[in-house]
């Protein structure tokens, strides 16, 4: 059903979004809001864990909007119970809603049944929601229920009709023991507009999405239903058409405030995979993964509580050891739609350190204010929005830097345009400024299939050439490549397929480029037989690279091999591939245990690793600092020195440099 994929029938019209020239002014904030927004109560817990858990154990404020009731079919199953079940949805969303309370109270360090404050809070166009908040000394958590029905009268999916069609409006669900007595009315201009209204409200720096563009997944129809997936998509419909309406808000939010001369709001913005998880390795290790299933057992709470709410106590058939024992594995993983790092970093001539990345969703730089300072200045904009929030880079051989972007040229609802493209800001002179976005357009020839693209890498080959890479529709590679006179070649396809998003590509002392992915069962390989050759896809005859578990970081050693760095499913442990020769030699990472992808650095004639250890924080292996970021950090090495670039909870890049010195090189 191409609606719940937020596809888009014939009469289209064209889309108004933010202005993508360069120069606007950038708010800054130094207060970190976290928002969040789910289709249903329990998306974040499944999907966004631990990443939000993290950001209230530092302290950051959330605001959780839930834009459906999650009523589904009003009936709160309890498993092992023999009799009737009764459908009330009223009633369901309101247990629901009290789970969330649960959840959320222990995720603050609180009991489990520690009263909330209940109220109603205004929103744009005169409408009214739930708004349930909950402090514990200076952290605190706000869940706004906006209760949208999951069906219409006529028992379609409420919200991808919502997104669709014209002519649809849909009334809310009051659920019981509420403080709200009437329904709302919603059509689709009305829920982008209370999005818009809730985010200038509350400034926030951090934004968590679903996904908007979820995996082709094509299943029979029996499977379909079990995996509680739209048809040919790998996700729920609702998540799908909540993360359209997101992101059009945000993309709303920055033209509005744009306007007349006004600042970019300073964001980062996050998008989740969802049912995703069901088909791919799970990247979880034991200890994070018991932590993360934990705070669902509160949510899917017990009949037999005593928590006050009449409706009931959670989400019955969710609560227990039930997330861990489903076979969907939903809760086993966490993905992000656009992985790689944010910021990249890049060393300036001069010894400084230059940063690209996303804010507003605008491609922005920030320079450190004098070598080894460990401060930027103020972010310089970039413009080519509205941008994916992971940029690609490159260096050309005269030192200019070239940056990628995934670009939503569109995105809009009831027949309008749903659009991706890749674009290129090229930099005009070294250190310099940079010449006008261009368009690279897109491996894929239908709008349905250019948006399930990923995220652009790149890198400059040992003859020049700059090579551009992105996973496609059929979970592939395409390519598209840069003369050295600087004209491109046409987009055409590596071949390849099932490989996840996070390719990374690399260069060996021979100038060949390689470009390693995280499939299935094994990691995909590309590379050339010589510098001027076409990149190809290397089908390994002997034994197989091992299962990764997340993406694979490439590195090339100072003896002109190459080594993959990536994680074993289900486990925290790290290994290195050298997976130049015909057996691949594999050997453990010591003391690197965590979860997600890792940067690797040669320096000293050594490697150095930037990851996650298993509670989140950020580190560089060896060295005993510790930091929060958003997504995935940078390792960048320069002048023998080693330093970490990520970006942190209040939307502004920070710098670790945990040896200030040039590190000795090694003998031999």
Known sequence: MATGACSVPPGRKSVPTADPAPGMPIASSRRAQLMQILAHPDDDLYFMNPDTQQMLDAGVPLVCVYVTAGEHNGLNRIPGHKGETVADRPAYSSARHQGLRQAYATLLGLHQFTAWSKGVVSLRGDRLAEINT???????????????????????????????????????????????????????????????????????????????????????????????????????????????????????????????GGEVPGFVATSFRGYYNRHWPKNLPGEVLKEKASHLVPYGGDPSWQCGNSSGCGDYAVGGVRPLRNKKGWVRSTHHRYPGARPIAVAEGNGRLTAYGVLGLRAVRWRETKAGSGTWENPADLGGGPLAPVLGHAALRDGRQLLFGLRISAIGGRGSENHREVVLLEQRATGGDFLPWKGLGNPEHTDDRGRRIGVPVAVTGGDGRVHLFVRNADKGVSSRVRNAD??????????????????????????????????????????????????????????????????????????????????????????????????????????????????????????FLLGRDLKGRVQVQGAPQRVEAVGFPELVVSGGTVAAVGMGYAAQPWLLRPHAKPLPVAAG
């Open 134 to 260: 909950l402090t514990n000394g200076v952290r605190r958590v706000e869940l706004v229920f906006l209760n949208l029905p999951m069906r219409t009268a006529r028992r379609r999916a409420a919200l991808p009709s919502l997104w669709h069609d014209r002519g649809i409006g849909v009334q809310t669900v009051v659920a019981k023991d509420s403080p709200l007595r009437k329904t709302v009315p919603y059509d689709y201009e009305g829920l982008i507009d209370v999005l818009v209204g809730l985010m200038e409200q509350y400034r926030p720096t951090v934004v968590q999405t679903l996904d908007p563009d979820p995996d082709i997944q094509h299943s029979d129809e029996p499977t379909r239903k079990k995996d509680s997936e739209q048809r040919g998509y790998s996700d729920h419909a609702d998540h799908t058409a909540t993360a359209c309406f997101s992101w059009a808000a945000m993309v709303r939010w920055v033209r509005d405030a744009t306007a007349n």
């Open 486 to 607: 600087g004209t491109w070649a046409r987009w055409h396809d590596l071949g390849g397929a099932d490989i996840q998003d996070g390719l990374s590509a690399v260069v060996d002392g021979e100038g060949r480029v390689h470009l390693f992915a995280a499939g299935r069962e094994t990691v995909h390989h590309w590379t050339q037989d010589a510098p001027e050759e076409d990149v190809t896809f290397r089908e390994r005859e002997g034994e197989p690279l091992p299962v990764p578990g997340d993406g694979v970081t490439a590195l090339a050693l100072a003896d002109g091999g190459v080594e993959a760095y990536y994680r074993q499913p289900a486990s925290g442990r790290l290994v290195a591939v050298r997976a130049d020769g015909d057996e691949p030699a594999v050997r453990v990472v010591d003391k690197a245990d965590g979860y997600g992808p890792v940067a690797v650095g040669l320096a000293a004639g050594k490697p």
